[in-house]
């Protein structure tokens, strides 16, 4: 099942008025981790999956990279990506995630942030990405994290007068579809284990190279209200591997 959400009108609408959208990597929670796992982009092509509006194109090129390519099923996204890129090495393709055909060593880095909760099956993605990656080549993304998409509801359980509680788990071995919501809509995301994850890639030929379930930076916990509950429980995985 592939959704796209992002061409939603309403739904659009309110992920642009989102602090992310609005100022770039540098509002993204998890960037500063992020960003420390990523290898030198010098020279370097990149695909990035599920780019939105190609914020990390943008940075692979400012850090020296050769090209990118962005690729993400919505022509919003993709719209606002395009207005934003200054760079001519930067190309951007609609289509899912599910359905990139990238021949044999087409890219040295492969990047995906925040989308493969959206996809299906991650084998599948492993096996596209593999193909398409050089040799010794850098594969890195976010998801959110199984603790977090566990609970198809994804919100705080809170006590009659609204004040929060805990965070619920349940369910976690049984995975597939979730209705969530998320900006007040209905989306559709798909709770994998932290087991799918870390084997699919170790048995796609992948060498694990860094696993960590960022916590926000200073800044953010002393500035955004509310930021500090996000010490309560992981929101999201990121993983760096290399291609064998």
Same mark, same amino acid.
């Given at each position: 099942? =592939? =959704?796209n959400k992002y061409d939603d %009108?309403? /739904? /659009?609408?309110?992920?642009h008025q989102m602090a992310r959208s609005q100022q770039g990597l540098e509002a993204a929670g998890e960037w500063h981790t992020l960003k420390s796992m990523l290898p030198d982009f010098k020279g370097k092509r990149l695909l990035d999956l599920g780019c939105g509006y190609g914020w990390h194109c943008?940075?692979?090129m400012e850090q020296g990279a050769k090209s990118a390519v962005g690729v993400d099923i919505s022509e919003k996204m993709l719209q606002k990506a395009r207005e934003m890129n200054t760079f001519k090495q930067v190309e951007y393709q609609q289509m899912p995630i599910e359905s990139i055909q990238f021949p044999e060593d087409s890219f040295d880095i492969v990047l995906s942030s925040l989308a493969?909760?959206?996809? =299906?099956?991650f084998e599948d993605i492993c096996r596209k990405v593999?193909?398409?990656?050089a040799a010794k080549g850098d594969f890195i993304f976010s998801v959110e994290h199984?603790?977090?998409?566990?609970?198809g509801t994804q919100d705080w359980y809170r006590d009659e007068s609204g004040e929060i509680k805990h965070w619920p788990v349940d369910g976690y071995f049984t995975e597939g579809v979730h209705h969530t919501q998320f900006l007040g809509e209905e989306v559709i995301k798909y709770h994998k284990t932290l087991t799918t994850y870390l084997?699919?890639?170790?048995?796609?030929?992948f060498e694990i190279t860094g696993i960590v379930e960022p916590q926000p930076? %200073?800044?953010?916990?002393?500035?955004?209200?509310g930021m500090s509950y996000e010490l309560r429980r992981p929101m999201m995985l990121l993983v760096s591997c290399r291609k064998k």
């Open positions: 099942m =592939q =959704q %009108e309403t /739904f /659009f609408n309110k992920y943008i940075y692979a493969f909760h959206y996809v =299906q099956s593999s193909v398409c990656l199984p603790v977090f998409t566990a609970y084997n699919t890639l170790l048995q796609m030929g930076n %200073e800044h953010l916990l002393a500035t955004v209200p």
